[in-house]
């Protein structure tokens, strides 16, 4: 890898966008490969070349999510709308039926782990924030108490957006709205200023931050700078899956994580009675 061809232009290709989302969870070993050092110098150099191709394909959390988004929307998995699509959110979601989305996720977790299919039926869209809420455990863990570690693991986890406020080298002060669970339910609290980390070894996942940037976060880092547009799209997104997994944590406990919040309806999934709700219709979860 070399630094020959690192001058970025103003669309960001698609696998330099993946490395930038991916490498935080990356460096604590939650995902992808092993090596993240190699990941974050990509990222830091602008380098695009077959080896981020290759990086990119072995994180098997994200890649089958970017093949099912390209796969309805005509496009490579690594086209730079696709990425973006799958982390921030974009109309390439949209492309994706409930149906579809639903059998993607039976066919990837099993039969048995019904729930995320139940909520893609209901709006749920493939999008980086639904697999954090919906298809790992730390939602269902909240109520079966203490809520504070799966709360931080979430919070973390979720792709969120903030404000830069200062900046301190290789660091930075960002207003951001915490996810809280209140009586039950997830919703984003008063804004709060948290240290982010914007660089390290003199690398950065994205250009130079300034006071007033809006910026998308995961896992403690800075990885992008978003325009209004995105910003309102990831704002979506969220609104969209709290709201889901907000109507699931109002159903009794039974015996799974998220227990389903309705049976699929003819034609979807199978013979069943159940009422199909569009997400829009479930309580906002953003207030």
Known sequence: MTASDAGLSLTIPGPLLFARYAYPPNALGYCGPGDSAELLEYAGLGVVDRGLA?????????????????????????????????????????NVPGSLFATHLTDRFGPGLTDPAQLALLGGRPHHNFHVFAVYPWTGLLRAGPAAEPLRVLDSCRISWGTVTAV????????????????????????????????????????????????????????????????????????????????????????SAL?????????????????????????????
């Open 168 to 255: 301190h080298g290789e660091a930075a002060d960002v207003s951001t709205r915490p996810l809280q669970y209140v009586a039950g339910r997830l919703r984003l609290g008063d804004p709060v200023v948290r240290w982010m980390l914007t660089g390290s070894r003199g690398y950065r996942l994205t250009r130079d931050v300034q006071p007033g940037d809006v910026v998308s976060l995961h896992w403690n880092w800075i990885c992008d700078v978003l325009s209004g547009p995105q910003t309102s799209e990831l704002r979506k997104a969220t609104a969209d899956v709290l709201a889901l997994v907000n109507h699931a944590l109002g159903r009794p406990a039974v015996g």
């Open 259 to 287: 227990e389903p919040v309705v049976r699929p309806a003819v034609g979807l999934s199978g013979p069943g009675s159940g009422t199909f709700v569009p997400v829009a219709a479930l309580p906002d979860a953003m207030s």
């Open 54 to 94: 290759a990086i990119a394909h072995r994180f098997l959390g994200a890649w089958p999510y970017l093949a099912l988004i390209a796969s309805a929307s005509r496009r490579e998995p690594l086209d730079a709308d696709v990425v973006e699509a799958y982390w921030i959110g974009n109309r390439l979601l949209r």
